[in-house]
């Protein structure tokens, strides 16, 4: 089984606290895999198997149980054990009430709560009001490209080859059994956003224009990293005769919203460095995977820096940064990145060779006046190169691998 040391290590860390450990992402990015791992570390550091109680809603056998059989079989569980009783609940938003079943558990103490789902519904303000401040967050994503690096073995090929083919297929860990397979791994990101649309959007919120949704969905897969209004979606749908007048701004911002919540989408505001706030206009939105993104649109080589700005920005959320769009003045920089102690400005272009880039680039972090590490990302292969403003110039690959 694929180690994935960046979310296994945050539920060690969490072993034995209080807190739930909520696990988040879109479907098929690993969260159930993660949990046999975690089953694993507790196994290697001799927790008895009888002490792991692992259920998936997803198995039929618990499709007609109810959060009170649930709640009945659990503690039956922890009266028969010596120590903690490690409870696993895969998929729980299947589970009618689960919430409630969770909050009465979580009382007791001698039972440890780690659950996943596919649908923001897990953290929403029911699930906050029940839980509020007694649970932990551990945002999953696909494969990130140094993941990617040690999951495949991709012998006797460059590390630009390398690159290419995750820009290509991305990160989704269920493609490996396909060996590149470009009709078969398009067949399975297929049945993955499929799944994705019936199981966490369509159904769950009982969508009927499911044609308007895989239109808007497109439309952001072929916008990403580019300024979005609802105002463009619709007239942009309209212009191409792909939607009636009849549609109302409320409906896009809806289906945008699904999508988010079922992890498809991230949406990022824009910052203003000077008035210091984020404002209410001209977000972005980027994938949760770019292989998933190439099966609506097909790889596009003029799309190439967007996708690198895509990766860069998964990159990012996957080291626990939060991400924000800066604006400064009329210029733009793709990204603020900041944690509790730290702030990093990254620009990313695929290339910098034209002087004109060069300085268009460089023009918005050298009007940033404080003394947080700014840089910029591209595809050129350049060693660390920085400039008087001490700005540094980064290959993009080596800063993903490093």
């Not at 952001?220 to 212009?239: E, F, M, Q, R």
């Not at 000077?274 to 799309?303: C, S, V, W």
């Not at 947080?372 to 920085?386: A, C, M, Q, S």
Request: some cysteine; aromatic content about 12%.
């Amino acid at each position: 089984m694929f180690n994935r040391p960046i979310y296994l290590n945050q539920l060690i860390n969490f072993k034995d606290k209080e807190q739930i450990k909520v696990i988040t992402g879109i479907r098929r990015c690993g969260k159930s895999s993660l949990l046999e791992l975690f089953a694993e570390y507790l196994k290697e550091q001799g927790i008895s198997e009888n002490n792991i109680l692992q259920i998936n809603f997803e198995d039929l056998k618990y499709a007609k149980m109810t959060y009170l059989e649930l709640n009945e079989l659990v503690e039956n569980k922890s009266k028969t054990i010596k120590g903690n009783l490690y409870l696993f609940l895969d998929e729980v938003q299947k589970l009618d009430k689960w919430e409630l079943t969770v909050n009465s558990l979580r009382l007791k103490k001698n039972i440890d709560i780690y659950i996943t789902g596919s649908n923001a519904y897990l953290l929403s303000s029911q699930l906050s009001t029940y839980l509020s401040g007694r649970y932990v967050e551990i945002k999953m994503q696909p494969l990130i490209f140094s993941e990617f690096l040690t999951f495949y073995n991709l012998k006797n090929m460059t590390k630009g080859e390398k690159f290419d083919l995750y820009l290509k297929y991305g990160g989704m860990p269920g493609l490996k059994d396909f060996n590149f397979d470009e009709k078969m791994i398009r067949q399975t990101l297929d049945g993955i956003f499929s799944t994705v649309l019936v199981k966490d959007i369509v159904t769950h919120a009982d969508v009927k224009d499911v044609s308007l949704l895989n239109k808007i969905t497109s439309f952001l897969a072929d916008n990403i990293g580019n300024p979005v209004s609802l105002n463009k979606i619709k007239n942009t749908l309209l212009s191409e005769q792909l939607i009636n007048k009849g549609i109302h701004l409320s409906a896009i911002d809806n289906f945008i919203n699904l999508l988010e919540n079922a992890f498809v989408f991230y949406s990022v505001k824009r910052y203003d460095i000077k008035g210091k706030e984020h404002l209410k206009t001209q977000g972005k939105y980027y994938m949760a995977d770019i292989g998933l993104r190439n099966f609506f649109l097909g790889f596009k080589d003029i799309d190439r820096g967007h996708i690198l700005e895509n990766i860069v920005f998964l990159e990012l959320l996957s080291r626990g940064y939060n991400v924000s769009i800066g604006k400064i003045n009329t210029n733009e920089v793709d990204f603020i990145a900041t944690t509790y102690n730290d702030k990093l400005y990254v620009q990313v272009c695929e290339t910098l060779y034209s002087e004109e880039t060069r300085e268009r680039e460089l023009k918005p972090l050298q009007s940033i006046k404080d003394n947080y590490e700014k840089f910029i990302l591209t595809r050129d292969n350049v060693l660390v190169n920085t400039n008087d403003n001490g700005i540094k110039i980064l290959n993009v690959i080596d800063w993903l691998i490093n």
